[in-house]
Each structure stands twice: as structure tokens, then as C-alpha cells.
């Protein structure tokens, strides 16, 4: 069973996270009307799925 404290730390993240992109989506919309802004965005995602892969291959090696 998870632990209370995991299902209320899920819940307020869920809550904080659908909260913001609510609020930021209409102060990004102009930015984000460039080609530009997106491939920007595309570029951070990429790093953070390359920098998360290779954390967990650092640290659980390819073998397990």
C-alpha cells in the first residue's frame, strides 16, 4: 500500500501542476505564436529526457 504521505504529496502535485499550466498557458500564449518559442521548448524537453535516461543508466547501469 503506498503511504499516506505519497498520495497527498501526488495529489498537491497534480493540483499545483494543472493550477499553473491553467494560469501560464494564456501569459505564454503570445510567446509561444514564434516557431522559434517551440523549438526552444522541444530543445529543454529533450535535455531533461536525455539528462533523466542518462541518470538512470548511471545509476542502475543497462543490466539490471
Do not use: E, Q
Request: glycine share 10%; hydrophobic share 55%.
Amino acid at each position: 500500500h503506498a503511504a499516506p504521505s505519497f498520495i497527498l504529496g501526488s495529489i498537491t502535485a497534480s493540483i499545483c501542476w494543472f493550477a499553473g499550466i491553467g494560469f501560464f498557458a494564456g501569459k505564454l500564449a503570445p510567446w509561444f505564436k514564434k516557431p522559434g518559442s517551440w523549438r526552444a521548448l522541444d530543445i529543454i524537453i529533450g535535455l531533461v529526457m536525455v539528462f533523466t535516461s542518462s541518470m538512470l543508466v548511471w545509476n542502475y547501469g543497462l543490466n539490471h
